[in-house]
């Protein structure tokens, strides 16, 4: 017996290789499938879960963030926000010496990638923690949809 595939054959090839391709293309973007989204937008907030272990581990009272982009910004964005400090902290009694952070994402934020500092206030003194030298988290990608073009200006000087 010969079975031949003709169009029909040809349309479930296609239609195979379709539903493979999506597949992939979830298989790829699992981030945000697990729940962490591929970019933030400016009135959103982000959270963080802050542990600290080791010596002087239960000095820490406290944490905030700083976020600096380091990647270029876009001409129509010139003069937007590129670097935020702040940051609400909670010490968790559960697990120990760990915090919640949660930082909302100003509007006047510029597009791009950002490097996540994090700072462990303890009296007297500032530990200071960068991604990704000390932890492993980010860049944090940020996209603004909002653009201002800058206008062009003129100058002359008057007697």
């Known amino acids: ?4 595939a003709g169009l029909h054959g040809s349309y479930i090839t296609m239609k195979a ?3 493979f391709a999506m597949l992939l293309a ?4 699992g981030q945000q499938i697990s729940g962490v989204k591929p970019f933030h937008e400016p009135g959103e907030t ?13 000095d820490v009272a406290s944490v905030s963030l700083h976020l600096s982009i380091s990647s270029r910004v876009s001409a129509d964005q010139e003069g ?5 400090n702040g940051g609400k902290s ?11 952070l949660s930082f909302k994402i100003p509007d006047s934020t510029a597009t791009g990638d950002y490097q996540l500092t994090i700072y462990g206030n303890v009296v007297g003194r500032v530990l200071t923690y960068e991604s990704p030298r000390d932890f492993d988290v980010g860049p944090i990608k940020i996209h603004n949809p909002r653009h201002f073009p ?4 003129s100058v002359k000087e008057l007697p």
């Open 17 to 19: 290789t379709f539903i």
């Open 80 to 84: 937007f926000d590129t670097q935020f």
């Open 26 to 29: 979830v298989s790829v973007n």
């Open 46 to 58: 982000l959270h963080f879960e802050v542990s600290f272990s080791g010596p002087g581990a239960t």
């Open 90 to 100: 909670e010490k968790l009694t559960t697990p120990p010496n760990t915090f919640a």
């Open 150 to 153: 800058k206008p062009n200006i």
């Open 1 to 4: 017996m010969t079975v031949t």
